[in-house]
């Protein structure tokens, strides 16, 4: 897709007003440990491979999506607009910040939808979780573990889609 003029149109703005992106706060009762924080956000990764990637620009105006080999960076919130998939975020399409005890996830939809962007949050969150202590049961959390076994995967698909819809689909012509 051409990009416009000036080959630099954002549509991932990271607190940008009217940005395409989904928002999640996770307030905690103690204070935020930025290194756990970061070393979460990075394990939760290797769940959502696909969020691994990092937008490029070609030589013919076409975004490309290449791996991102460069580790996930937590920021200090700073309220400043922040290109998602740019150096600003390490690549990636979307931004782990926190202040004090509150985590903030801000994810481009292109990336995932509301559902996804929360999923990685709850990996997220397990992961910093148990790092601190807490024992939390993964039955239906995207762990490293489990979305390596397939039939796990299927089974927490299969649980999330209603009944309802599955008749509905199967009533199309």
């Given at each position: 897709?051409?990009?416009?003029?000036?080959?630099?149109?954002?549509?991932?703005?990271?607190?940008?007003?009217?940005?395409?992106?989904?928002?999640?706060?996770?307030?905690?009762?103690?204070?935020?440990?930025?290194?756990?924080?970061?070393?979460?956000?990075?394990?939760?990764?290797?769940?959502?491979?696909?969020?691994?990637?990092?937008?490029?620009?070609?030589?013919?105006?076409?975004?490309?999506?290449?791996?991102?080999?460069?580790?996930?960076?937590v920021y200090e919130a700073d309220g400043k607009h922040v290109c998602l998939?740019?150096?600003?975020?390490?690549g990636y399409l979307f931004r782990v910040m926190y202040k004090d005890n509150?985590?903030?996830?801000?994810?481009?939809?292109?990336?995932?939808?509301?559902?996804?962007?929360?999923?990685?949050?709850?990996?997220?969150?397990?992961?910093?979780?148990?790092?601190?202590?807490?024992?939390?049961?993964?039955?239906?959390?995207?762990?490293?573990?489990?979305?390596?076994?397939?039939?796990?995967?299927?089974?927490?698909?299969?649980?999330?889609?209603?009944?309802?819809?599955?008749?509905?689909?199967?009533?199309?012509?």
């Open positions: 897709m051409k990009l416009g003029n000036a080959d630099m149109m954002y549509q991932y703005l990271s607190l940008g007003g009217k940005a395409c992106t989904f928002e999640v706060t996770y307030t905690l009762k103690n204070k935020v440990d930025v290194v756990l924080l970061e070393k979460a956000c990075n394990t939760a990764l290797d769940a959502f491979p696909l969020w691994k990637l990092r937008p490029y620009l070609t030589e013919d105006h076409h975004v490309i999506f290449k791996d991102n080999k460069e580790a996930a960076v998939g740019t150096d600003d975020t390490n509150v985590i903030k996830l801000i994810g481009f939809h292109g990336l995932s939808d509301a559902r996804g962007i929360m999923s990685y949050g709850t990996s997220l969150l397990y992961y910093y979780l148990t790092s601190i202590g807490a024992n939390i049961d993964t039955t239906d959390i995207y762990t490293v573990e489990n979305t390596r076994d397939v039939d796990a995967v299927t089974e927490l698909l299969s649980e999330r889609c209603s009944k309802e819809i599955v008749e509905d689909i199967d009533l199309l012509p």
